[in-house]
Nanobody, 121 residues
Framework: QVQLVESGGGLVQPGGSLTLSCAAS????????MSWYRQAPGKGRELVET???????EYKDSVKGRFTISRDNRKNMVSLQMNNLKPEDTAVYFC???????????????WGQGTQVTVSS
């Protein structure tokens, strides 16, 4: 069974740092674009950052200079280093990945279960 498993969320004070990780497991031929989304209470899900298989990135303006996305293609993993966290960064963070499956060669979109990030003093 193919799935994305996230880790690294938690409670942090304003100005602090956290690193989120997401690993794709199962019968995967290749991971394509990988992204982090977030959803704050009472709001819709929004794209935070995305990285292509070849390292091209796009950032939400409000996190530029504070968050850094990276990936390891050999391990089918994506990480999000978050620095100088602000209370408005509080949300459930979701990993998203386009995966080519070994079983049928199809490119399929997957979501992780989400991990809570709370920024509060």
């Amino acid at each position: 069974q193919v799935q994305l498993v996230e880790s690294g969320g938690g409670l942090v004070q304003p100005g602090g740092s956290l690193t989120l990780s997401c690993a794709a497991s199962g019968s995967i031929l290749r991971a394509g674009t990988m992204s982090w989304y977030r959803q704050a209470p009472g709001k819709g899900r929004e794209l935070v950052e995305t990285i292509s298989r070849y390292g091209s990135t796009e950032y939400k303006d409000s996190v530029k200079g504070r968050f850094t996305i990276s990936r390891d293609n050999r391990k089918n993993m994506v990480s999000l280093q978050m620095n100088n966290l602000k209370p408005e960064d509080t949300a459930v963070y979701f990993c998203n990945a386009g995966l080519t499956l070994l079983s049928n060669g199809r490119y399929t979109n997957y979501w992780g279960q989400g991990t809570q990030v709370t920024v509060s003093s």
